[in-house]
């Protein structure tokens, strides 16, 4: 399975960003998803996830209210829609899959199998 983020790159504060991510090799309707970030200097955080069937989601709080997770089975893809971006919102994106384990998602980033290279996001101030 191959992992395939596209969509980052340089924006203001206060704009939007939709990245996306492309899943190959294998179709991924029974995964749990999911993005995470990593700004210089800090840890990988979980963003946002989303269950298998895209019925429930997860919001770190930094980001609830501004970012939507979302996923399409027939194209195989999961999509970050980022509005009101900010500074701290900066760092490389990763989108990451795991084998669903129930109805719900987890954010334990051990617990998921593939992984992207990543996609720079920017916000300038």
């Known amino acids: 399975v191959q992992l395939e983020e596209s969509g980052g790159g340089l924006v203001q504060a206060g704009g939007s960003l939709r990245i996306s991510c492309a899943a190959s090799?294998?179709?991924?309707?029974?995964?749990?998803m999911a993005w995470f970030r990593q700004a210089p200097g800090k840890e990988r955080e979980p963003v946002a996830a989303?269950?298998?069937?895209?019925?429930?989601?997860y919001y770190t709080d930094s980001v609830e209210g501004r970012f939507t997770i979302s996923r399409n089975h027939v194209e195989n893809a999961l999509y970050l829609q980022m509005n009101s971006l900010k500074p701290e919102d900066t760092a490389i994106y990763y989108c990451?899959?795991?084998?669903?384990?129930?109805?719900?998602?987890?954010?334990?980033?051990?617990?998921?199998?593939?992984w992207g290279q990543g996609t720079q996001v920017t916000v300038s101030s």
């Open positions: 990451a899959a795991g084998p669903a384990r129930d109805s719900s998602y987890y954010v334990e980033d051990d617990l998921y199998t593939y």
């Open positions: 090799g294998r179709t991924l309707s029974s995964y749990v």
């Open positions: 989303i269950n298998w069937n895209g019925g429930k989601t």
